[in-house]
């Protein structure tokens, strides 16, 4: 079955921890992104990617880092620089990138961090 | 600058029809619209293209209005499972794939 996964699902850290949130994809899609979502609100953009080892920051990218090695892969770092990170983390594909192409989403990662 | 969408929250019964705006102050490409059940990760609708075009499917349609910069979707008959939140996103001409998303508008269809 063809999809994007995120793990874990929930994942508790200790305040000043940097963490890394995964996502895989194997539906050979070019385009990847990480969204942040907060209760009661719509989901905000943090990096994209379009292709391998090239990405570009979203509105909020400020306290995350990402990288690019492979096309299936776009982890999410939570640095200990980001003020609020507990959230509701989303990572989602296109086949390309550009204002015509649908975007897949993954479960999402639930981040705790106290 | 986020779409606004409107209303915020609405419940319906079963069998009603309900309408959801999405407003841009930016001249726009695309919209899009998802839907989120609680919890779980938004699943696509549609996309609509500047041209000012109508999509459907099956009950759910919508149309984009590139003059005003609108969109509105519209759920005709509404079943129980069209309950979640409708967020739209945006694509603007100054962005190309910047997908910008709305506030959500929350839906209940109750029986």
Known sequence: DGGITQSPKYLFRKEGQNVTLSCEQNLNHDAMYWYRQDPGQGLRLIYYSQIVNDFQKG???????????????????????QKNPTAFYLCASSIRGGPTYEQYFGPGTRLTVT | ??????????????????????????????????????GEAPVFLMILLKGGEQKGHEKISASFNEKKQQSSLYL??????????YFCGTIDTGTASKLTFGTGTRLQVTL
């Open chain 2, 76 to 85: 005709t008959a509404s079943q129980l499972s069209y309950s979640g939140t």
């Open chain 2, 1 to 38: 600058q986020q779409p606004v969408q409107s209303p915020q929250a609405v419940i319906l019964r079963e069998g009603e029809d309900a309408v959801i705006n999405c407003s841009s102050s930016k001249a726009l490409y695309s919209v899009h619209w998802y839907r989120q059940k609680h």
């Open chain 1, 59 to 81: 509105d909020i990218a400020e306290g995350y880092s990402v990288s690019r090695e492979k096309k299936e892969s776009f982890p999410l770092t939570v640095t200990s620089a």
